[in-house]
Structure formats: structure tokens, C-alpha cells
């Protein structure tokens, strides 16, 4: 039996952790925001290519997507489920409208980042969106992957083609949009696992990043691409230095590299309970009950712990954990 490499477990950690670095604490540090967003999602779509498989057969297509649709679209569900719990819970204790209840419930069947305006408010998927944006992501490399080597450039141009259309008709359902844009991401990252990478082509991309960072902007929840297809370029340099960084942790840091993997295996469930703990300001209102004040740092630490306990409660539920681990 083949061993786990857990250099990509390794990079997950890291690239979750920055996820919520980047929510807690971009806000207020711009060049934080901009330096982690230009490859933080990439990363994960590009590692997700990596394990994907092409196409086989029409059975073999049929049961993968079955396997992610269980993947992926179940935790998205049962967080937003959570959510919609949540809402009501607070309807009860306030006495206020039940409008986030039916927004959120409608967000649920909407689920995409950027929803309508609706009488109950504007719908809208959260941290989340990432798990939809895969599973089609994922579905759609199987018959691009019969392109071989041409599968790279076309879903390039399938996902600036999404980009303008956004511009024009900035909705879609299920993430549909986000998945298309991801599409180049989970290709090269497929392309990668059956072709060496030169090391002119790791040295042109992490120069990309460099370029891509000082002069463009990339945010994938919002659509902003200020320089496509430089960005495609410089998250992948990104990823690439995430990598190497991985593979010093994994060789020279024991302990960081058994903390990191096991976030790295918890980060679907990770992102998950990040996605509820700041659509309920959960460590704001548990602060608030204690009376304590906390700085910025000291109350990023203590939302991130928060994350990191309820992560690591669900996936040692045993039912649970087959859902999220």
C-alpha cells in the first residue's frame, strides 16, 4: 500500500490557517489581505486536481460524481442547515424577525456567494461557497480531461469567458460561476500529478506571484481579477512556494509537521465551523457574556481556537466524521 504524503496534508493546514487569517484580520491589514488572497483558495482547487481522476468510462464518470457530490455538497448542506438552526434559535431568544430564517433557507437552494435582493434580505453563501465551487470544479474536469494537454488552455478560456459574462449577469446558481473560474486551477493541478514541472516553469510562476501581488488583486469570492490570466499565474507560484515551505516543515519540523497535517485532514470541517462561526459571531457573543475586552490579536487568537475546538469536536463525533473527514 502506498504511503500518505503529507506534504499536501501539510499545505491544507497552512492554506486553512490563512483562510482565516486572511477573514479575521484582512480587513485591516491590506496587504495581508492581498498577499494571502492571491493564492489561498487557488491552492486548495490546485490540490484537488491533483487527486482527481480523469475519464475512465461513463460508470466510472457516474460513480465519481456521486463521490463528490457525498464530498462535498453534504457538509455544505448540513453547515448551512446549522446556520438556518442558528437563525431561528436567535428569532426565538430576541424576539426579533424571522427574515435571516428565510433568508438563510433560501440561500441554501440559491447557494452562490451573490444572490438576489430578496424582501427578507440579500441571499448570499458564505466560507461554503468553496465546497460547491469544487464539486464543479471537479464534475467538469472529468470530460475536459480527455483533452490531454489542451485541457490547461481551454479551461482557461472557459473561465474568462465566465469572468465577462459576470460582468454582465453577475448571478448564477449553485456556484456554478465560481466553479468555472476554479476550472484552470483544478486542471493544473491534474496536468501537474502526470507531468514533471520543469524548474524554469516553478521560477516563471513564483515570479508571476511576486508581479501579481505588487500590481494586481485577486479575490475569487468577490471576482476581482485585476490582471487575468496574470493571476492564474501567480496563484500557482504561490502554491509552488507553499509547497517547498511544506517540504522544509516536513523534513526539519516533526511536531509543526503533526499539527499541520492533522489541520490539513480537518479542514473541510475546519472551514465549515469557520463558515458558521463568523456568520453567528459566535466568539464575539461568548465575549460578550464573559465581559472580557480583547485587542485585535488576542481576539483574532481566540475566534481561531474557537474554530479549531468545534473542528476538532465534530470530526471525533463518530457518525459526523465520515461526513467531514
Known amino acids: ?10 499545505m491544507k493546514g497552512v492554506g486553512i490557517l490563512l483562510v482565516i487569517v486572511c477573514h479575521l484580520l484582512g480587513w485591516n491589514h491590506p496587504w495581508l489581505d492581498r498577499v494571502i488572497s492571491s493564492f489561498h483558495m487557488p491552492l486548495f482547487f490546485i ?3 491533483l487527486f482527481s481522476k480523469p475519464y475512465v468510462d461513463k460508470f466510472t464518470t457516474k460513480s465519481s460524481v456521486k463521490r463528490y457530490f457525498r464530498r462535498l455538497c453534504r457538509p455544505m448542506a448540513i453547515t448551512q442547515l446549522v446556520i438556518v438552526v442558528w ?10 424577525s424571522w427574515n435571516p430564517v428565510i433568508r438563510e433557507l433560501l440561500s441554501l ?19 461554503i461557497w468553496f465546497l460547491l465551487a469544487l464539486f464543479v470544479a471537479k464534475v467538469l474536469l472529468i470530460p475536459l480531461s480527455r483533452l490531454e494537454n489542451w485541457a490547461i488552455p481551454v479551461s482557461l478560456i472557459v473561465a474568462f469567458a465566465t469572468l465577462l459574462l459576470h460582468k454582465i449577469f453577475p448571478y448564477s446558481i449553485w456556484c456554478l460561476s465560481l466553479g468555472l473560474m476554479a476550472l484552470p486551477f483544478v486542471t493544473i493541478g491534474w496536468w501537474v500529478k502526470e ?27 468577490s471576482f476581482t481579477w485585476n490582471c487575468y490570466p496574470l493571476d492564474v499565474v501567480g496563484a500557482c507560484g504561490g502554491t509552488c512556494m507553499v509547497y517547498l515551505v511544506s517540504l522544509g516543515i ?21 472551514m465549515c465551523m469557520h463558515c458558521f462561526e463568523m456568520y453567528a459571531h ?3 457573543h461568548i465575549k460578550a457574556v464573559v465581559g472580557v475586552e480583547l485587542g485585535e490579536w488576542p481576539m483574532f487568537a481566540w475566534r481561531l481556537a474557537l474554530t479549531l475546538g468545534l473542528a476538532i469536536a465534530l470530526v471525533h463525533i463518530p457518525k459526523v466524521k465520515k461526513v467531514f473527514v
Open 1 to 10: 500500500m502506498q504511503q500518505r504524503d503529507v506534504t499536501f496534508d501539510i
Open 47 to 49: 490540490i484537488a486536481g
Open 87 to 96: 437563525a431561528v434559535l436567535m428569532a426565538l431568544a430576541k424576539h426579533e
Open 109 to 127: 437552494v440559491w447557494a452562490d456567494v451573490d444572490g438576489p435582493m430578496t424582501p427578507w434580505g440579500k441571499l448570499s453563501l458564505g466560507v
Open 195 to 221: 507531468h514533471p514541472v520543469p524548474l524554469w516553469l516553478k521560477i516563471v510562476v513564483t515570479v508571476g506571484w511576486i508581479v501579481a501581488i505588487c500590481f494586481s488583486r485577486l479575490d475569487m469570492y
Open 250 to 270: 516536513k523534513k526539519y519540523m516533526k511536531i509543526t509537521t503533526k499539527v499541520l497535517s492533522a489541520l490539513g485532514v480537518w479542514s473541510l470541517a475546519i
Open 282 to 284: 459566535l466568539g464575539n
